[in-house]
């Protein structure tokens, strides 16, 4: 049995999840099964961590947590979106939004402003804010835990926060007439998914192989899976 965790879902939708894990099995000729984890992007230091006790063999993780347990896990190929800003590669943004009728023309002007995240392990929607303003969260007058971009979304759109940094292939995917994206901070290598090193080399490998040919993926917003470094993640 080959058990898949996500932490990635509902921003991206749990299907997408359901036909990979299902895909891999039928390729590796292993039963799968497939969990998720709503509450953070990933585990981080202090964390619980169902891979370092073997509850969950495969993850789809956001980056901090694969560079806090690249000691411990391999890389898998990850997916590869259809955005055009992507160009082919395995990356994506995080979009800077505000309702469209704010009058909120750049970031400076979100000074003393409310902003929405989705949680603290995001690299997207969390690490890439605290690079923007050096990690001087008092650039706003207060900071929302949303609970997932599509609720910093909901956030923005009901006028409780001024803005937030949304995974681009969350966006992609949402009809946003009613947002503007005031800026786009990547590329990022995209979301990694990883194999705990006490699952069988052989079964390693067929794993990888599996991923890079399932397809049905468009759907989700995105065109393939592609091979990835730890240099990527650097």
Do not use: K
């Amino acid at each position: 049995m080959l058990r898949f965790l996500t932490y990635l879902a509902p921003s991206i939708p749990h299907q997408l999840f359901v036909h990979v894990a299902r895909h891999a099995g039928e390729r590796c000729g292993v039963e799968t099964s497939i969990d998720f984890e709503t509450r953070i992007s990933g585990p981080l230091e202090g964390d619980d961590d169902p891979f370092a006790g073997g509850r969950a063999d495969v993850g789809f993780v956001c980056a901090p947590t694969y560079r806090w347990m690249r000691e411990r896990v391999t890389l898998l190929p990850a997916l590869v979106p259809l955005d055009a800003r992507a160009d082919g590669r395995p990356v994506y943004f995080a979009d800077v939004v505000v309702r469209a009728d704010s009058a909120i023309a750049r970031f400076d002007d979100l000074r003393g402003r409310r902003w929405a995240y989705n949680d603290r392990n995001s690299r997207s929607g969390w690490f890439s804010m605290l690079d923007r303003v050096g990690g001087e969260t008092r650039f706003f007058s207060g900071l929302v835990h949303a609970g997932s971009h599509l609720r910093s979304l909901e956030a923005v759109r009901e006028g409780r926060v001024d803005a937030a940094a949304i995974d681009s292939n969350v966006l992609f995917r949402e009809r946003h007439d009613d947002l503007r994206i005031i800026e786009s901070w990547g590329p990022y290598p995209i979301q990694p998914v990883i194999v705990r090193n006490g699952v069988d080399d052989a079964l390693r490998s067929r794993l990888g192989a599996a991923l890079l040919q399932v397809d049905g993926l468009e759907p989700f917003g995105f065109a393939r899976f592609a091979p990835v470094t730890p240099a990527d993640y650097e």
